[in-house]
């Protein structure tokens, strides 16, 4: 660590030599490379080929924005029950638009490089607890525990936070996605080499 670096960031390089998230990584990535070479029309699909660049970030673009109006909705003193109303709708819109955005980075994440395929793991972790989240914040607020699932949403946003960190160290320090991830033949031959695992 330099004098002038930011500690978040030492702490995201440690997470770069994790070895001990290896073992979940070599478990998970040769399933999600077997789903994309059965299918390469979804594979391209998933991985921007139509866009000409990647599309996870652009489909992340869309839970974040829903989940951030839902909240401030629910800070926003006033309004009544149709202010309520449309933070509980955005708060379910975003759990939906979640899944896309999730998949296409699954599949980005498939054909990375160890240390991303590291970060990628904690970064995939933290989604899918903000996602249970922001779920268990709508089953209270249709339960009526409004308040409890105000709480639930901001704790989710917090956890979202630090993901959202981690997705954009590996977009501008590790250069997540690969370029060149468009089609089957980047596939093959992707899961980790003993040399790639220890980089």
Not at 11 to 20: D, P
Request: hydrophobic content about 40%.
């Amino acid at each position: 660590m330099t004098a002038d670096e930011s500690p978040l960031l030492t702490a995201t390089r440690r997470l770069e030599r994790a070895t001990a998230l290896d073992d979940a990584v070599d478990r998970v990535q040769p399933v999600v490379l077997k789903a994309l070479r059965t299918s390469p029309k979804l594979a391209s699909l998933l991985h921007g080929k139509p866009l000409g660049h990647a599309a996870h970030p652009l489909l992340t673009d869309a839970p974040i924005g829903f989940w951030v109006s839902s909240t401030v909705l629910d800070l926003t003193p006033g309004g009544g029950d149709g202010r309520r109303r449309a933070a509980d709708r955005l708060l379910g819109l975003g759990i939906l638009s979640a899944v896309p955005a999730a998949v296409t980075g699954m599949a980005d994440w498939a054909v990375s490089d160890r240390k991303t395929l590291r970060v990628g793991t904690v970064h995939g972790f933290l989604n899918n607890v903000a996602l249970g989240l922001y779920g268990t914040s709508w089953l209270l607020r249709r339960g009526g525990r409004r308040g409890l699932g105000v709480a639930v949403a901001l704790g989710a946003g917090g956890v979202l936070g630090v993901s959202g960190y981690l997705g954009g160290h590996m977009a501008s320090r590790l250069g997540s996605p690969p370029t060149s991830a468009s089609g089957p033949a980047e596939h093959e031959g992707r899961e980790g080499t003993a040399a790639d695992r220890a980089a």
